[in-house]
Nanobody, 122 residues
Framework: QVQRVESGGGLVQAGGSLRLSCAAPGRAFSSYSMGWFRQAPGKEREFVAGISASGSSTYYADSVKGRFTISRDTAKNTVYLQMNSLKPEDTAVYYC???????????????WGQGTQVTVSS
């Protein structure tokens, strides 16, 4: 199991930027592909972005392509999500989790951290 803590959310105007961080202490972190997911009020949790264990491959939901960038720093056991050109529809709680990149689904569907709230005002 990969413990992790998300941070970096906040309130931002449309067109602004935020960088989310997911700290995952422990040796297991480097073995997993990691992903960012989000859940807006009244909606299902959805895949946003994923990165392979090596960091060499990245994947994005169509809705964020060209605006969001996922990266990882293995030395710091941290995954980042740089979010630019934010839109009101990006408002959600964002979570990171180990991910199956073949299906863009979490390795454990019932294992989530506290998440970090992102609110984009129009």
């Amino acid at each position: 199991q990969v413990q992790r803590v998300e941070s970096g959310g906040g309130l931002v105007q449309a067109g602004g930027s935020l960088r989310l961080s997911c700290a995952a202490p422990g040796r297991a972190f480097s073995s997993y592909s990691m992903g960012w997911f989000r859940q807006a009020p009244g909606k299902e949790r959805e895949f946003v972005a994923g990165i392979s264990a090596s960091g060499s491959s990245t994947y994005y939901a169509d809705s964020v392509k060209g605006r969001f960038t996922i990266s990882r720093d293995t030395a710091k056991n941290t995954v980042y999500l740089q979010m630019n050109s934010l839109k009101p529809e990006d408002t959600a709680v964002y979570y990171c989790a180990p991910v199956r990149l073949a299906t863009m689904t979490p390795v454990k569907s019932d294992d989530w951290g506290q998440g970090t709230q992102v609110t984009v005002s129009s």
